[in-house]
């Protein structure tokens, strides 16, 4: 683990919150989920704020509304979480892979004092975890595509990931060695409200690589 490239310039850690980002298939459900259960601290998926704000599930937003809409819809969303992340206490916020990547929600994330973690694998690796979960378990990703669309996508956003505080890579390893290491690289463990004994029912505690039981979805 190393912090990303532009730490020095990124959001140092001061609040009991982290913003988890980085590509489809990178893992921010999972680890975000094992991340709360160490620290006793809440999860949010941004996606189901969007479908709960939306009252549509993020796949219907892009196939009736197209992905403008939907990046509205997204950056309103973060908006609110991280107004509430201001006066509350400790919460991990898994983002979707497009969010990180556009300037004004980084901009905002940074500004709120929130250290964000990008989580990062091989682009092998992200399309295969998320060619087994469309398999196994039917998850929908509007922007999945083909390979060579998928690779191309990914190539474009890591430059925007790794603006992040912290590079977590996330490639061969476990949810819950990821959510160790992040923790012992944020110092969160000298600095835990309680103990993590929160009921995560659908976490996957195995590698990435097996399938997120949550709402048979993403991880
Ligand atoms: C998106 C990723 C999805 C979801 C939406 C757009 C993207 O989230 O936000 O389909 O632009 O990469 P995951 O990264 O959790 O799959």
């Known amino acids: 683990m190393r912090e990303g490239k532009n730490a020095a310039s990124s959001t ?4 009991q919150a982290v913003v988890l980002v980085g ?15 160490r620290l006793g601290w809440a999860f949010e998926d941004l996606d189901e704020r969007i479908e709960r704000r939306e009252q549509r599930m ?3 937003i ?14 309103a969303a973060l908006k609110e979480l991280l107004s509430e992340l201001r006066a509350g206490a400790g919460k ?31 682009v092998e690796e992200l399309w295969q975890r998320c060619r087994e979960q469309a398999e196994r378990q039917g998850t929908k990703r509007p922007l999945l595509g083909s390979r060579e669309s998928f690779s191309r996508l990914h190539q474009a956003r890591r430059p925007h990931y790794l603006k992040a505080f912290l590079r977590q890579e996330t490639g061969g390893k476990s949810v819950e060695g990821i959510a160790a290491e992040i923790v012992q690289a ?22 990435l690589d097996r399938g997120s039981r949550r709402r048979g979805e993403k991880q």
């Open 186 to 207: 944020l110092g969160l463990d000298r600095n835990r409200l309680g103990q993590g004994s929160l009921d995560q029912s659908g976490l996957d505690r195995g590698s």
């Open 12 to 15: 140092r850690p001061r609040g």
């Open 92 to 122: 991990v916020a898994a983002l979707g892979g497009g969010a990180f990547a556009q300037e004004q929600n980084a901009r905002l994330i940074e500004a709120a004092g929130v250290p964000t973690v990008f989580l990062d694998a091989s």
């Open 62 to 75: 892009f196939g009736e509304s197209g992905e403008s809409e939907f990046r509205r819809a997204e950056h």
């Open 58 to 60: 993020v796949a219907e």
């Open 23 to 37: 590509f489809m298939g990178a893992g921010k459900s999972s680890v975000g989920r094992a991340l709360c259960e």
